[in-house]
């Protein structure tokens, strides 16, 4: 495979530049019969677009989905599912100066190096512009997982900068524009976001992804793992740098004895494991945390070098998000939903005929 | 894929059971005209292999590989390398009683969930055995790399427990029984892991790969970046529960401006990116890190179930490594190996006319 | 892969259903720094278009390709070409008595015993004007391997029902409506179109493609032999039956001395083989026929069952090729095209570095 | 991939040459559960070892195999299950003057361009001694098809030469070395093979493969068709030169009227579809024809050039079967095998929640 196309049986293939005609995706896999609309994906595009507060990015997108194949009658046929989304707002005087310059932090210097040429508009295809086509796919997989398995898959951002923002309920992320699971911390972010806006500068974040009633028994035990396909899911993100499954970097200094979650009929004791054992779904939640590096792209001038190779100072004006890890909460959604499809058609390709006559432990007790 | 292959154009694709007949592997797209000789393969064998010092596993297995094909008078022929290693000491009684019972923390219970059948004996498939079959593929890998490309492979414990190793120079890592690169920390982890052993008691760690003198321009900008990649192979690795590249999860409180590597015709002035921007290799050095969980296998009881659902007390009393983490790091270094060479081989299938004639940046000025 | 990716390195991904608002695909994999207009697209999707004479199916489509990314400055990125053709002419009444019983000769029953559902327009996904999406493609990997290696890819038409049209010139194949390679024998098959429209049959055909100008040594050995990959993606276009590579069926009434090329350091003295020994390119041309069944949308009447099992009469009205053969040979060109792309690009991942001194053979002495 | 992996989901990687220390294969992907032992996969490939019968090699190799991995306690557990098959007897000295030269007809010439580097005992990878490890892995699969869906895969010797060998029975298949259906022509056979051995001559044949009792659904629509993965399948064993479904290339002279098999609820009334419609099973058996070349090794001499490129004449004097067909069935049989259980698997995968009301129409009416 050339890179562009994500999964095994449910696969996405993403094309399109942040400034070129259009970005999309074909979804190939999904399987027949599920009703499926436009305002299905919408809904999920409308919470990653850019735009919607002061905090993130102002170019004007109203990521507009139209499905161009794979529905008949309201229903998936079980053939492609095309989707195009054209873009609208490509200021691209904007980059005219990082044409011949790379921006420090950002793929523009390897994209030169790799392919001789660069569509230096926007990032090209480097842009976190691509992350949409992600959203609207993974909105399709949402769906088919919760309306076939009842798999629930959320996430919020757990923290920015310095300050850590602990879970506290899942109607708070949904209304506030930073995605945090408590609204109490809003107002502090905000000042926070404000004064880092005004020194031009950009900073990191950190996201938390949860799949609640997960089926025991999904993934592969070698290579596939469903914590490898994780790992790769969200590395694949922009601007991820790091990724941790349960208990992540905190086991390092765990004891077994601590770590390895017991186990009753009533439930499992505790979740460090993170839902997955072996590379398999325990039927516990999968709980997954991301790190995302601050945005490479900011007014502060930074050295660098021009495409001869001479030293420059380099500057950002165009419309960034100084923090990428705010819309980024839906995208490491999309991509944990597109693991989870993946594996659980594979599962019932290998598994269908298993019968295990233990029931499933339910989750950790409360 | 069925989950036992890796890689997309060098494909190891992996076999064998920790207490079956052998393991092994067939390693195909090796190009050929490559001297190869098993010595090759079993030097970086015996650095994984078991019972090499009292902190690890006492299973006593020579770990002999034998190359059944691919190799015609010494060299490489372009045609699939078979590599097999017989199993040797299988003291399968050591497990007569975790066939009914699940281990906390251990892939026995999802195993038997998704196949409704499980080898007990060692763990079978679920074994971190395994990974002596990549530590011999990525032998393969790692001799091509440096002979076609310069490219330099290595790793070293960086923490175990909560004892933090810096890093102080290569020679250290090969002359100590840990891996770690700072001979004065010894003697302090050798009581550490006494008092472990002792307890009955298991302990996580965290590795550190680096590659050197890395080509510009290798990986694949979107879903098939090479730090994607680096996170789904690290992520296989039995007992891994977190990656990171370069900065990680440190990104997180980083302001743009101390993040984004500033580049100087004489060399980047930091590494925050870990050599990879945009998905590609900029030419600097590579670096991860592996957050390693502690050993599910322990003596000390643990609540679990049996395979009726009825509550159980389980303790491991076969010859478990107290810190998996200590014999990963050639595991660790192999799976790095076997990233590269995948995306060389990519590079020069799409990219092989590309003339760029913007100068490669050296790595980062010291 | 879910069905609808061709390719290994150079990847189509297909979508699109007959009647619904557009067909296209994803190529993936396109070397960067390639010239390309729409208009290199066009010229081969007007071959192939419908409505061109009278022999073909009336349906109006202008077949306009829209390049939605990939494409900078005129020339390739090394990103994902997307190509977009929206539907114009959709009179889905035509279809309306169909929706309830199945075709004899057609994939209207499998469809809807896979799938449950499916789109009856047309034929939906099963329609033969998926393969516009294959030209469209294929004529960006038949610019490649011209302007980069030279290679020159054409087909013809050989034989129509119980018409053989032995090769004559291929100039003469521009000038005809049916392909052949012989214009005398135009008046022909107009005469015997003609008569087969009116009598509301359909008929076979046989084509032949031919890449001249091969390099030597592309293709693997074991199951990935460019034979191997022609077969399959020939066999993938609608309504092919058969495939052959050089003599094909005739090798098995020939001897191994008559069969076997001999090779002389002048040229080889024939070429049974047909470019190809061991699944591996010889550097003669390469040669394959392909038979092609007569289309299953006839307006005899026959018999056939609906949806509820029942015994029914089926006659079709829409607007269809009576000899679909006709409109085939673009397809088939691009199709050895996309094989052959890849496998250059397989060639070039493993065996950059070999150095052979033997000569090339020249193809066959005429 | 590499080109040595068979399948999507039911993945066979084979390995080893003709000369070398073994061949052998993983197949990854069988479901767990199934009792699967040594006799099952040996009763195959006995049918296709050499030395059974004066009209194939007289190469002594008893093809014995060992499962290295994936059974326990006699049964899959969807682990991979790797087969060893010791090479025995390897008279390499036989090959000497091969060495410097290139058979005509022969994989001698491509490998040493494509690979700079070959193996020329016996062929090395080339050699249809790689077969052995298809037959192997095909009882796999051909077991699991029958156990779960009932479906019988069988094929004989339809033609040798000039002489045509109806279907009669396929009692006389196993009663005979030639794989005919009808013991009739043995003597005959006899006849024609002792003259052409005699002659230092080889013949081609024509073999047919039938899978009966099919499940209606299986395949893709588009570019992983059934047939199209029949054709890739079949036309990857050595020799092979021509594919057909069905009608194959008698549909060229076909009417629409005679070709499309008509359909009752009692059954279908003809199979020149040969069971596939668009790329899908009907439910009628699946049909397939294969054209196999002559052997090109022939004591004959014929004109080749050497090494250096030079004019040479080419005596082969090893141990060769004059006709590849005869011993070719099992292998034809094997191949149809791995293609079937592989969509068998992604039905599953995709279609596993489909409900279709309407029956499945019977096979063929005799």
């Known amino acids: 495979m050339s890179g562009n196309t994500f999964g095994t049986l449910f696969c996405v293939t993403s094309f399109g530049e942040s400034h070129g005609a259009a970005i999309g995706c074909v979804v190939d896999g999904c399987p027949p019969g599920m009703a499926l609309s436009t305002a299905d994906i919408q809904r999920e595009l409308?919470?990653?677009k850019p735009g919607?507060?002061?905090?993130?990015?102002q170019r004007r997108e109203t990521d507009t989905v139209e499905i161009l194949s794979g529905i008949f009658e309201g229903k998936t046929t079980g053939t492609p599912i095309a989707?195009?989304?054209?873009?609208?707002d490509q200021r691209s005087k904007d980059y005219g100066n990082i044409a011949e310059s790379f921006r420090p932090g950002h793929a523009d210097y390897t994209y030169w190096q790799k392919y001789g040429i660069r569509d230096h508009r926007g990032g090209g295809r480097a842009s976190a512009r691509e992350t949409a086509v992600r959203v609207a796919a993974g909105a399709i997989a949402k769906k088919w997982l919760n309306e076939r398995y009842g798999v629930v898959i959320r996430g919020y951002l757990s923290q920015l900068g310095e300050i850590v923002v602990p879970f506290k309920n899942w109607d708070a992320v949904t209304s506030n524009p930073f995605f945090v699971a408590d609204d109490s911390y809003v107002e502090q972010l905000e000042a926070y976001m404000d004064a880092l806006r005004k020194?031009?500068?950009?900073?990191g974040a950190k996201l938390t992804v949860v799949a609640e009633h997960m089926p025991v028994g999904w993934g592969e035990p070698v290579y596939d793992r469903l914590d490898a396909d994780i790992g790769y899911a969200m590395m694949s993100i922009n601007a991820v740098k790091g990724v941790e499954i349960g208990a992540g970097f905190a086991s390092v200094t765990q004891r077994g004895s601590e770590h390895g979650d017991e186990i009753t009929p009533q439930g499992f004791l505790s979740n460090h494991a993170g839902g997955i054992l072996g590379g398999i779904s325990t039927g516990q939640d999968i709980v997954a945390h991301v790190a995302?590096?601050?945005t490479s792209s900011i007014r502060l001038p930074r050295r660098s070098i021009n495409k001869a190779g001479e030293p420059t100072l380099v500057e950002t004006h165009g419309r960034h998000d100084p923090c990428v890890g705010i819309r980024a909460t839906p995208i490491a959604e999309a991509m944990?939903?597109?693991?989870?499809?993946d594996h659980a058609l594979r599962h019932r390709a290998q598994n269908a005929d298993v019968v295990c006559t233990t029931p499933k432990v339910p989750g950790k007790i409360d």
């Open 336 to 341: 944990l939903a597109l693991v989870l499809i």
């Open 292 to 294: 995302i590096k601050p």
């Open 199 to 203: 020194s031009g500068d950009s900073i």
């Open 52 to 57: 919607t507060s002061r905090h993130v990015t």
């Open 46 to 48: 409308d919470r990653r």
């Open 83 to 88: 989707l195009l989304i054209r873009n609208e």
